[in-house]
T-cell receptor
């Protein structure tokens, strides 16, 4: 079974600053994928960034980047130059050969002006 | 544009009633999933399907059922609604054998059981 742990129920950051959201996971599979999803108040689930476990290079999407530590099973999300629109729930998820997404409990990010 | 839609967006029902939540996708995806979202629990998998006539139980399947008669639809039925099933429900779909590609989510259905 796969599990995902997000140890920070809530985080806050000042506008224009950088924040890092933590995620650890457990899986017995060798081929898997990791994701960060954003859920704003509209409830829509929005893919922020994905990482293939077989790739050593950390994924980057504009202001969003990950720190993928495979041996430690850690997959943190860094948001640079935080904007008010980044305020949302963020979910870390893992997906293996079964195609099922397994989610963490989420981190609520507040961005202060 | 392809999309995945859920209906209704909001529903209030009474304890003991049967309720069906609809999910329709036009991505032509084989994989479809139902999740429930509760505060402090994230998203938990209820049922999923890899194709027509295929259904599987997830981690919180008790009291729920699904059927897959075509590629586009995976309705979720609550056989006898209970207050513990008050939640936000999400449907998602994804392509087959493409574990790294994006799973697309519907807008969610907020269900209240009174």
């Amino acid at each position: 079974a796969q599990t995902v742990t997000q140890s920070q129920p809530e985080m806050s950051v000042q506008e224009a600053e950088t924040v890092t959201l933590s995620c650890t996971y457990d899986t017995s599979e060798s081929d898997y994928y990791l994701f960060w999803y954003k859920q704003p108040p509209s409830r829509q689930m929005i893919l922020v960034i994905r990482q293939e476990a077989y790739k050593q290079q950390n994924a980057t999407e504009n202001r969003f980047s990950v720190n993928f530590q495979k041996a430690a099973k850690s997959f943190s999300l860094k948001i640079s130059d935080s904007q008010l629109g980044d305020a949302a729930m963020y979910f870390c998820a893992v997906r293996g050969g079964s195609e099922k997404l397994v989610f963490g409990k989420g981190t609520k990010l507040t961005v202060n002006p | 544009d392809a999309e995945i839609t859920q209906s209704p967006r909001h529903k209030i029902t009474e304890t003991g009633r049967q309720v069906t939540l609809a999910c329709h996708q036009t991505w032509n995806h084989n994989n479809m999933f139902w999740y429930r979202q509760d505060l402090g629990h994230g998203l938990r998998l209820i049922h999923y399907s890899y194709g027509v006539q295929d259904t599987n139980k997830g981690e919180v399947s008790d009291g729920y059922s699904v059927s897959r008669s075509n590629t586009e639809d995976l309705p979720l039925t609550l056989e006898s609604a209970a207050s513990s099933q008050t939640s936000v429900y999400f449907c998602a779909s994804s392509g087959t054998g493409t574990g790294g590609t994006e799973a697309f989510f519907g807008q969610g259905t907020r269900l209240t059981v009174v």
